[in-house]
């Protein structure tokens, strides 16, 4: 690798001259070159999906072929007498195999078959981690053969004890569409994040709802709860409520006003109910017009289509989190760790300095806003996780997962949150990373990505495009890529002169 550029390789390492009219395709994954989190990594998993029709991939670390994956899977005999199985084709030598972590069958599953039996369709779950050394990687997933390769995402992750923050946003997500898919294959990947903190904020396309009210949002709302939180796997949940935000037409405004007031009503209420913690976001924005006093902030906050902030915005909220979250960890600590004289992390005076000058731009109103917890126990679990990672304690790592729409969908709430969380604890890694560019805005501090080829994304808001399989198969992440191979070469246009 000279100077961030791959040489091209063939199946056996070998450089590879390249082919005429043919495109590079492949996705790319590394660690960041600057900053205090980012900049290692010890392993990272693949997530998948195996299906008769599955493309190979190849895998590269820093430009050298780490292995080949195969996510085809042979169809089941037919039911014939005196029939034998189809042999699986064994894996060669040559290409050193990565370790399979997890398989899931996903049809024995529909079928409520506790053996997971291959059935008629033969679509698996599969995840592949790859070991590295730790330090600085580039990791390069190239798709070879025929077939289509589809892929959920990649996890980055470290081995020492620190906090891990994945941001599952999708735009366009509601309480009733955002984990619409195979309910096996989201609790299988959520299975893998481990998550002991869930952050939700949704409630800004439902108040877009007409027909919505709050009988029904709040069924959606504890349905969806119940669905991400298990009896087996309870993490603490944080929910947010839905932000200030209005239209440039008044009376579409005051009915985005009185629809809105009933979701954060509502989801006060099921936080309460499912002992979850809230946190009112409408406050901590300054209250009513508060998105019109950031949109004429300088710098600005919000744009101009009164829903949506700025990066700035974003991070705005995300450092009042961390705030609101490690003054409840002090006082977690206080009654508990005296003689142990475990304090939360402090910031130091030039940092507490700068942040004071950044807040001086803010707009009147905004400002730190209280947890709303009832019971007083809502981060319990959370908290006794954090203290494993301040304590140094071998293999203890804190995972938080944001899962919401558009307004978590780009990483400047959930980066600032980990940027926070991660100086104070220490870096255990960046977390989950959709595969490609699903839309325009995305993108993820603190990690560097690329993607190269006619790569296809199928998530909420591609659904009914006739391209896309249909399937409801997103994942946890929400988002699913994939690319049919080969590609044929470009041809040229028939209105173009030939000279």
């Not at 069958?105 to 291959?118: Q, S, V």
């Not at 325009?440 to 808001?461: D, E, F, N, Q, T």
Request: proline share 7%; net charge positive; charged share 30%.
């Amino acid at each position: 690798m000279r100077n961030n550029k791959v040489t091209r390789v063939d199946s056996t390492g070998k450089p590879a001259p390249p082919t005429p009219g043919v495109m590079a395709t492949h996705f790319s994954f590394a660690t960041a070159t600057r900053g205090l989190t980012g900049r290692s990594i010890d392993d990272a998993e693949i997530w998948y999906l195996a299906h008769p029709a599955g493309a190979c991939m190849e895998v590269f670390v820093d430009g050298k072929l780490r292995g080949r994956v195969s996510t085809r899977t042979l169809p089941p005999p037919p039911n014939r007498l005196g029939s034998r199985p189809r042999a699986r084709p064994r894996p060669n030598p040559k290409h050193r195999t990565l370790r399979r972590v997890a398989r899931l069958d996903l049809e024995a599953t529909d079928t409520g078959r506790r053996r997971l039996a291959r059935t008629a369709t033969g679509r698996f779950f599969e995840a592949r981690r790859i070991r590295l050394k730790r330090g600085k990687h580039r990791v390069e997933l190239r798709p070879v053969g025929r077939g289509t390769l589809r892929l959920f995402g990649v996890v980055m992750r470290r081995h020492r004890p620190g906090v891990v923050v994945h941001n599952l946003g999708v735009p366009g997500a509601q309480v009733a569409n955002v984990s619409p898919g195979h309910k096996a294959l989201i609790r299988a990947q959520l299975k893998r994040l481990k998550p002991d903190l869930l952050v939700m904020m949704l409630g800004t396309n439902d108040a877009f709802d007409r027909g919505l009210t709050a009988k029904r949002f709040e069924r959606r709302l504890t349905r969806l709860l119940q669905r991400l939180r298990t009896k087996r796997a309870k993490p603490d949940c944080l929910i947010l409520g839905a932000p200030d935000f209005g239209s440039k037409k008044w009376r579409r405004a005051r009915r985005l006003r009185a629809q809105a007031a009933m979701v954060r009503k509502v989801q006060r209420k099921v936080a309460k109910a499912e002992g979850c913690v809230y946190w009112d976001v409408f406050s901590a924005m300054g209250g009513r017009g508060s998105i019109r006093r950031l949109i004429r902030a300088r710098p600005r906050l919000a744009y101009k289509d009164r829903v949506h902030l700025t990066r700035r915005g974003y991070r705005a909220l995300g450092s009042l989190i961390h705030e609101e979250l490690m003054r409840r960890y002090a006082r977690y600590l206080k009654p508990r760790f005296r003689r142990l004289r475990l304090l939360a992390p402090h910031r130091s005076d030039e940092e507490v300095r700068k942040e004071q000058e950044d807040r001086r731009n803010w707009p009147t109103g905004m400002g730190s806003t209280p947890f709303v917890d009832p019971l007083g126990k809502g981060l319990d679990r959370f908290f006794r996780r954090l203290v494993l990672v301040q304590r140094r304690a071998k293999r203890s790592r804190v995972r938080i997962v944001v899962m919401g729409d558009s307004h978590t969908a780009g990483d400047s709430l959930a980066g600032e949150l980990r940027y926070q969380l991660q100086r104070a604890f220490g870096d255990g890694g960046h977390g989950y990373l959709h595969v490609g560019k699903p839309w325009s805005a995305y993108r993820h501090r603190h990690v560097r990505y690329s993607i190269h080829g006619p790569w296809k994304y199928y998530y909420i808001l591609t659904w009914n495009k006739p391209i896309q399989p249909r399937d409801w198969l997103y994942g946890a992440g929400g988002v699913s890529s994939w690319i049919t191979v080969p590609i044929s070469p470009k041809k040229p246009s028939p209105n173009r002169k030939q000279r």
